[in-house]
């Protein structure tokens, strides 16, 4: 298989970058499950960005930095800011049916969450990703240029000219739908294959999040940074028979407030924003709450909104709630955090390229400086939508240099002395170990202790998953274990490194922010894949 431009993924910034990109080449987009099934169509609040008469690009800026606790990158946020309206404008364009006012003045309406300082989150009630994927999907199935491929899972990235002033990426090696195993040759290859909420036990995101293209850009040779910044969201419904369902920071947004077992409010005692605090903070008071009382969950309050109102402007919520016995129009909806965002992330520039030669990576795979040590509600379906249109900026500007190098032949894969993987239950303790220590160690407040605990089961996990992909024959779930337990030990490495609390990272031994730790984690890899080292750097030094 040979191509221009191979794109590993299908939410927003897989399919934005392939319709910017079409017109440049022949694209070829894998994804591992079926298309839709990507953590954008789950994505509930909106899309945020100057719309308003009352907002400036200034006053997003100041939230975002707020929210980013010192680790944002200041030019990166003023760009993407910048940008945010025109890419909002691009996406209606494409056939995305936004809220408008009611009253017929045509105006979006705008939406509030959590650190935002004005109404500014453009949505479609609390569907959002889900039309917007819409809209991009079918937009690509119209578009002759690009070939969409489900149930096909890279493996990893074909490098050539591999420790030369050649290196460059190739493509990928995929595992197809039937079993078989293909290098896939392309010009360009960009990654978009989103978070790895599922490192967690309990997580907002959807199966796929196993941190694919961020342990694929790693063992390729790609810097990797930040990742100890995995954000909690503070409201996932508890349920019993409610996986992953997120309670939308926008039911906060309008008027939401969290109160216990007895329906006292509690969040005053931690933030003068009260319930509108930026995500950390909200996460960890209700973690304390929660660990203190040995309470279950905590509860969120909107009945003060009626069942109509509540029933327009969340019908999701509404509708799964009511499923489940819970008419929120009547009754608080009990919740708890669940891992929602990896904030971390590749190492990319201001047009998504990575440390890689011929390797873009985008969405929540890539660390962009955006989000720094907590990402602001609703900027990350924004930063993909932007840095989609930056990315194929420079693939169009850069042209010549893509498509003038020979594309080099690379082997055919080998499975060596692999056998058949008879026993499942090889990979399914390990993914059970594994997101167990992650949770009850690694989670949103942390200790040394517990976290040198998880790096030594860890380690053994790595170990033991290398040599079952050496042994046996590859499959989907081998692939996924794979590099889900190289992205936890990068967590648990990473908040190792940082001596001091911060945004999302809080270590009760090391509570206080700390001015000699303003600067990020980089992961870069040895000369063998075992080799890694972890160091703080100073942002400027990347
Ligand atoms: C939400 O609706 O609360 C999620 C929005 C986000 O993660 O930005």
Redo the contacts with the bound molecule.
């Keep these: 298989m040979e191509t221009d431009f191979l794109i590993i993924g299908s939410g927003i910034a897989g399919l934005s970058f392939a319709l910017r990109v079409s017109g440049l080449g022949k694209v070829v987009l894998i994804t591992k499950k079926e298309r839709v099934d990507s953590a954008t169509n789950l ?4 899309i945020a960005a100057v719309l308003s008469r009352e907002d400036k690009n200034e006053y997003h800026v100041h939230d975002t930095l707020v929210s980013g606790a010192g680790l944002c990158d200041i030019q990166v946020v003023k760009m993407v800011v910048e940008c945010g309206a025109q890419r909002i404008r691009d996406l209606i364009d494409l056939g995305v049916h936004f809220v408008r006012e009611e009253g017929g003045g045509g105006d979006l309406d705008l939406g509030r ?1 959590g650190g935002h300082s004005q109404r500014r989150v453009a949505h479609a009630y ?1 569907l ?1 990703g889900r039309e917007i994927e819409r809209a991009l999907l079918e937009a690509v199935k119209k578009n002759p240029n690009i070939e969409v491929y489900e149930n096909f899972t890279a493996i990893d990235l074909l490098i050539s000219g591999k420790n030369t002033t050649n290196e460059r990426c190739i493509g990928a090696y995929v595992l197809e739908e039937d079993g078989k195993v293909v290098p896939y040759r392309a010009r360009w290859t960009t990654l978009c294959t989103g978070g790895c909420g599922k490192v967690y036990l309990y997580t ?1 995101n959807p199966d796929i999040s196993t941190g694919d293209g961020i342990a694929m850009a790693f063992r390729a040779g790609a810097k990797v940074t930040n990742m100890e910044f995995v ?1 909690f ?1 503070p ?1 996932c419904l508890y349920h019993p028979s409610a996986k992953n369902f ?5 039911v906060r947004g309008e008027g939401g407030v969290l109160v216990d077992v007895d329906g006292n409010r509690f969040m005053h005692k931690y933030d003068q924003r009260g319930e509108l605090a930026t995500r950390d903070t909200v996460a960890r008071a209700i973690d304390k709450e929660m660990k203190e009382r040995g309470l279950d969950c905590v509860y969120l309050d909107i009945r003060s909104k009626g069942e109509d109102f509540l029933h327009k402007r969340f019908p999701t919520i509404y509708e799964r709630c009511r499923d489940l016995g819970i008419n929120i129009a009547k009754q608080p909806i009990p919740v708890v955090p669940a891992a ?2 990896m904030c971390g992330g590749v190492l990319v520039d201001t047009h998504g390229r990575s440390s890689v030669d011929g390797l873009m990576v985008l969405g929540e795979s890539a660390n962009t400086g955006l989000h720094g040590g907590n ?1 602001l ?5 924004l930063e993909a939508v932007v840095y989609a249109e930056k990315s194929y900026q420079f693939c169009r500007d850069n042209r010549e240099y893509i498509f003038s190098r020979e594309l080099p032949t690379v082997d055919e894969w080998s499975a060596g002395e692999a056998i058949d993987l008879d026993e499942e239950i090889l990979i399914n303790h390990n993914w059970d170990v594994l997101r167990r220590t992650m949770w009850n160690y690694v989670g949103i407040v942390r200790t040394t202790k517990r976290l040198l605990l998880a790096k030594q089961r860890m380690s053994e996990i790595l170990q033991e998953v290398e040599q079952h992909y050496r042994d046996y024959y590859i499959s989907a779930s081998m692939i996924e274990l794979r590099n889900i337990s190289l992205v936890a030990m990068m967590i648990i490495e990473a908040a190792l490194q940082r001596k001091e609390s911060r945004g999302l990272h809080f270590v009760t031994d090391y509570p206080d922010t700390r001015d000699d730790y303003l600067c990020w984690n980089i992961f870069a890899r040895g000369q063998t894949n075992a080799e890694w080292a972890v160091r703080l750097v100073d942002k400027r030094a990347l």
């Design positions: 994505a509930q609040g909106g969450e609390d959002t907002s954000q969201h409201t997120l309670i939308s920071e926008a929602h965002y990402r509600a609703s900027n990350s379906l």
